[in-house]
């Protein structure tokens, strides 16, 4: 049988990265699987894959030798199987699995029924359900984890939109930051929750406060531990071995919470199960009786059933890809500039707009119509680039704001100045001023502005009086110490200048030889501590080796002598910290720039505050020397939250003020 040609690039591309992983041919064969299920595959292209894909695995040198052995695929598939039953189990009339595929939203309910079907196996040429793939069932897993997450956080942040205000204004700002991962999602949706039930968003029992209340209290506990779990166990592509250890952690994602992994400081990974999550979610109400419409504007005014198009339930989805206005190459490709927006009708007849974060556009992928979620934001000096996600297809496309005019609106929103903004350069603004504060926030997540002057300029003299030092910049929450450290290091889009002359790459220096002596130029790298993670040692260690190997970028054949990572043999101390920080400035000045004389590096540690708390063996501070142990030209930037704010935890002051007390830099 022929194959298509993009099914056989597309095999092969998973072949070499297998073996580039050292994977076996049993895994290549698993990725395969798993993504053809991803792909929605007939039957026929399925045959035909796979047989092009077991006639490569058959001829690779380079595939590790199978350590599968029959027994163990076959109890994996039983181990899904068997848990597919529980869930089938509580789909019996009334239960919360029914309720789902038929209540909630399409977007959700066509992954949670997707999700049950992969745990059933998927359904040969011959209608015979097939071994079930640990691997599909955790890629489905985590793709069902993710909309429900996403598409939750849309919601309210629509509502709130809609709401106008305060609330509004920081909706916009937090939706359309760039660089979006599934912890910021996971903050985002937090924080949405906050304000969505706040009492400025109506009586508790209005729809947007009471559903952010059930999303607390039932939606929040899986999402606040899902980023860490996905991060170590889901994000980055590398599955286990044996597939019974892959069914475990299916399992563990979605009935027990019990992963039997470590997490980056050795705890235990746990999350509460997906299938309790939502049967609470459905208990408790959340989108019952919400039916989820795309609404035609070109339809006849009186004929409602062709106007609006029901998305509620996960048969929706399958009447929705057969519609004339979803497929462009039929009968509706008259209107392919058209976007449909949708909406939410609530119990009570009222409607709640979901547009632009949420709606039926133009797939760049397949040129349908596909209801697409709101994913990233890309290029937004540029009017926009807008990763969006279609979950039913397995469709993702890039769309421009100039072409999608409801989003490139609503960036544009966020370029205009607050009312209370006098007109003044924020480069030469006193950061003691509110405004100055609020504006600093704008910017911050737009991440389009000039780093203030008064920060730069304090940090300049610091370096120019002290041959080494740690500078501890204290500042409250908004007023935008992630971003200037991201300018400072180059780890953004901004476009800060050197912080000094001797941290310029491009500035003049006569003889950087081994003869004459002069300075190698300076490097910045920083780590950023963040709550949502809260890695140990290890993690600060691999980020700053990664950063100091690009920004010093060593040639191939200087590789090997470049320092070895901070090795975790016994307890890791300041004093080692800072002996391995200095091998790497006298690699650099040797084998890079050709003299004998190190340049300067300043080590940024972002957000103290957010770290892991002490008294664990992988507390990552523990690395943070005294003053003292810095030789020349070495220099710690640290930012945190105020010792006396009320958010900060106890430990800045117990544990990290006594090291730096002649080193605190205020910003009120």
Not at 144 to 156: D, G, H, M, N
Not at 221 to 227: I, K, L, Q, T
Not at 498 to 509: G, K, S
Request: glycine fraction near 8%.
């Amino acid at each position: 049988m022929t194959i298509d040609r993009d099914d056989q690039a597309q095999v092969l591309l998973l072949r070499h990265a297998a073996e580039q992983a050292g994977h076996s041919r049993d895994a290549f064969l698993a990725q395969v699987q798993a993504w053809l299920e991803t792909a929605g595959a007939d039957a026929a292209r399925r045959e035909r894959v796979w047989d092009f894909a077991a006639d490569c695995a058959e001829r690779s040198n380079a595939l590790a030798p199978d350590l599968t052995a029959p027994a163990d695929l076959a109890a994996a598939g039983e181990a899904l199987r068997a848990l597919g039953r529980r869930m089938a189990g509580v789909g019996a009339a009334g239960g919360w699995l029914e309720r789902v595929r038929e209540r909630w939203p399409a977007p959700i309910a066509h992954e949670v029924a997707r999700l049950a079907d992969d745990l059933a196996g998927p359904r040969g040429a011959d209608g015979r359900r097939l071994p079930p793939s640990p691997e599909a069932a955790l890629l489905q897993a985590r793709d069902t984890a993710e909309v429900l997450i996403k598409f939750s956080a849309c919601v309210l942040l629509q509502g709130l939109l809609a709401a106008g205000g305060d609330a509004a204004d920081w909706a916009r700002r937090a939706a359309f930051q760039r660089g979006l991962s599934v912890g910021n999602w996971v903050q985002m949706l937090r924080e949405a929750i906050d304000h969505a039930a706040s009492p400025e968003q109506g009586p508790a029992d209005d729809p947007l406060p009471a559903l952010a209340r059930v999303l607390r209290a039932h939606l929040l506990p899986f999402a606040n531990a899902y980023p860490a779990l996905r991060n170590r166990t889901l994000g980055h592509g590398a599955r286990n071995a044996d597939p019974r250890e892959t069914a475990d952690l299916v399992r563990a994602l979605l009935e027990t919470g019990k992963t039997g992994q470590a997490g980056q400081g050795g705890e235990p990974l746990r999350c509460e199960p997906l299938f309790d999550t939502l049967a609470k979610l459905v208990d408790a109400g959340a989108f019952m009786g919400w039916r989820l419409l795309a609404l035609d504007a070109d339809a006849a005014p009186d004929d409602a059933a062709v106007g609006e198009i029901d998305l509620t339930g996960a048969a929706a989805t399958a009447h929705w890809l057969k519609d004339p206005r979803h497929d462009q190459g039929g009968s509706g490709g008259g209107h392919r500039s058209r976007r449909l927006p949708l909406a939410f009708e609530l119990p009570d007849g009222a409607r709640l707009a979901l547009s632009p974060l949420l709606a039926a556009r133009i797939c760049q992928q397949c040129g349908r119509r596909d209801v697409l979620i709101y994913d990233n934001l890309r290029e937004a000096d540029r009017g926009g680039r807008f990763d969006l996600l279609d979950y039913a297809r397995g469709h993702s496309s890039r769309l421009k704001g100039s072409d999608e005019t409801d989003l490139g609106e609503a960036i544009a929103g966020l370029d205009i100045p607050l009312a209370d903004l006098p007109p003044a350069d924020l480069r030469d603004a006193p950061l003691s001023q509110g405004w100055v504060l609020r504006a600093l926030d704008r910017a911050r997540v737009d991440r389009n502005y000039d780093s203030p002057a008064y920060l730069r300029a304090d940090l300049a003299a610091f370096l120019a009086e002290n041959a080494s030092g740690v500078y501890w910049l204290q500042a409250p929450a908004h007023v935008g110490k992630t971003t200037f450290i991201q300018g400072l290091a180059g780890d953004s889009d901004l476009s800060d200048a050197p912080i000094e002359a001797r941290f310029d790459p491009h500035a003049t220096r006569t003889g950087t030889s081994q003869t004459t002596g002069a300075a190698a130029p300076g490097a910045i790298v920083a780590y950023y501590c963040r709550k949502e993670y809260r890695p140990g040692v290890g993690a600060l260690l691999a980020r700053l080796e990664e950063r100091l190997a690009a920004v010093y970028d060593p040639s191939d054949n200087v590789k090997n002598d470049r320092p070895l990572l901070l090795t975790r043999d016994g307890e890791p101390t300041p004093e080692r910290f800072v002996a391995w920080l200095q091998a790497w400035r006298e690699f650099a000045a040797r084998h890079i720039h050709l003299t004998r004389t190190t340049g300067p590096l300043i080590v940024c540690i972002d957000g103290l505050d957010e770290s892991r708390p002490p008294g664990e063996a992988d507390w990552p501070l523990q690395l943070l020397p005294s003053p003292n142990l810095l030789p020349d030209g070495l220099y710690l930037v640290l930012t945190s939250r105020p010792l006396d704010d009320p958010t900060a935890p106890a430990f800045l002051g117990t544990h990290i003020a006594p090291l730096y007390a002649g080193a605190l830099h205020d910003v009120a």
